[in-house]
């Protein structure tokens, strides 16, 4: 499954945040698609991974929980998303 992690940092963890970055990995049984780093006061990072479960997400979370509020999203891909809404439409139609 595809899921979207949302980071916002905490006040003042910045310098902390990047040391950490430059040696962490992605836990086992987290497989990352994408990863962004935002310039914005709001948002810090948006990170697209894919897993079998959300069970290895906790790490991540128990990880970077002191710097980060961290949000966890089912995602699909625009392709697949479109796909099913022509397949509701057309069974709707039908």
Same mark, same amino acid.
């Given at each position: 499954?595809?899921?979207?992690?949302?980071?916002?940092?905490?006040?003042? =963890?910045? +310098?902390?945040?990047?040391?950490?970055?430059?040696?962490?990995?992605?836990?086992?049984?987290?497989?990352?698609?994408? %990863?962004?780093?935002?310039? +914005? =006061?709001?948002?810090?990072?948006?990170?697209?991974? !894919?897993?079998?479960? =959300?069970?290895?997400?906790?790490?991540?979370?128990?990880?970077?929980?002191?710097?980060?509020?961290?949000?966890?999203?089912?995602?699909?891909?625009? !392709? %697949?998303?479109?796909?099913?809404?022509?397949? =509701?439409?057309?069974? !709707?139609?039908?």
């Amino acid at each position: 499954m595809l899921l979207a992690l949302v980071m916002r940092a905490q006040p003042g =963890t910045l +310098s902390e945040r990047y040391a950490r970055r430059l040696h962490w990995q992605y836990p086992e049984g987290v497989s990352l698609v994408a %990863e962004y780093w935002l310039h +914005s =006061t709001d948002l810090s990072v948006f990170a697209v991974v !894919e897993a079998e479960s =959300t069970e290895p997400l906790a790490a991540i979370r128990m990880e970077w929980d002191d710097v980060f509020e961290i949000d966890v999203f089912p995602v699909v891909k625009a !392709e %697949e998303g479109l796909e099913r809404l022509r397949r =509701t439409m057309s069974s !709707e139609q039908g």
